[in-house]
Structures are given as structure tokens and as C-alpha cells.
């Protein structure tokens, strides 16, 4: 239910935009988020947007990413500049959403985009 792209193989300094669509039955989203998983680490929060626009960001992507999201399309962006060869990983995205009224929200995972760069 969550498709998310725009993975690729990047030069250091060089920039990415990640997308992550929401398809099927959706009565409403609240948070989207970006999580990445680095080979050998744990999975980490990358950034967050609330349905009106409020965001949050891992300490590694500030000043660098910005998260960004279409209400309309059901879909959120990440924006990556800056990039460097810590930032390769699968990017995940996650929605906390309600397929229809009085459905319990619940949290849905993308498939995840890998993000390679080189340095």
C-alpha cells in the first residue's frame, strides 16, 4: 500500500528525491516518516511530517534533507542534499493511516529504495 522510489547510486554531494506513494483504500493519513538501514546497523528515523505540515528530523539528516509532503496526491517526498557515503542505506517509509471511518489507525511500511553513495 505504501510504493516508495527514486533510489539510485549518487556521488558524494550530490542529491536524491525520494518518493513514497499511499494507494488503495485510505480514509486518512496522520505521520509520514523516512527511516533508513544501514548493512549491520539498526533501522533509524530519518525525518517526520504531521498531516499539517510539522517536522522532525534525525540529528544526520538536519541541515541537509527536507521532508515534504502532497495531501492531495497521498504522497511524501525527501528531499536529500549534501549527500555522503554514511547516507547509504534502504530507505523505508511509513504511514500512520486509517484505510476507512472508524478503522483503527495503523502503521504501513514501503518496501524501501536503496540509496548508494560513492565517495
Known amino acids: 500500500q505504501l510504493q516508495a522510489s527514486g533510489g539510485g547510486l549518487v556521488q558524494a554531494g550530490g542529491s536524491l528525491r525520494l518518493s513514497c506513494v499511499a494507494s488503495?483504500?485510505?480514509?486518512?493519513?496522520?505521520?509520514m516518516e523516512w527511516y533508513r538501514q544501514a548493512p549491520g546497523k539498526q533501522r533509524e528515523l530519518v525525518a517526520a511530517?504531521?498531516?499539517?505540515?510539522?517536522?522532525n528530523y534525525g540529528d544526520s539528516a538536519k541541515g541537509r534533507f527536507t521532508i515534504s509532503r502532497d495531501n492531495a496526491k497521498n504522497t511524501v517526498y525527501l528531499q536529500m542534499d549534501s549527500l555522503k557515503p554514511e547516507d547509504t542505506a534502504v530507505y523505508y517509509c511509513?504511514?500512520?493511516?486509517?484505510?476507512?471511518?472508524?478503522?483503527?489507525?495503523?502503521?504501513?511500511w514501503g518496501q524501501g529504495t536503496l540509496v548508494t553513495v560513492s565517495s
Open positions: 511509513k504511514a500512520d493511516l486509517r484505510p476507512f471511518s472508524g478503522a483503527y489507525w495503523r502503521n504501513y
Open positions: 488503495g483504500t485510505i480514509f486518512s493519513i496522520n505521520d
Open positions: 511530517i504531521s498531516s499539517g505540515g510539522i517536522t
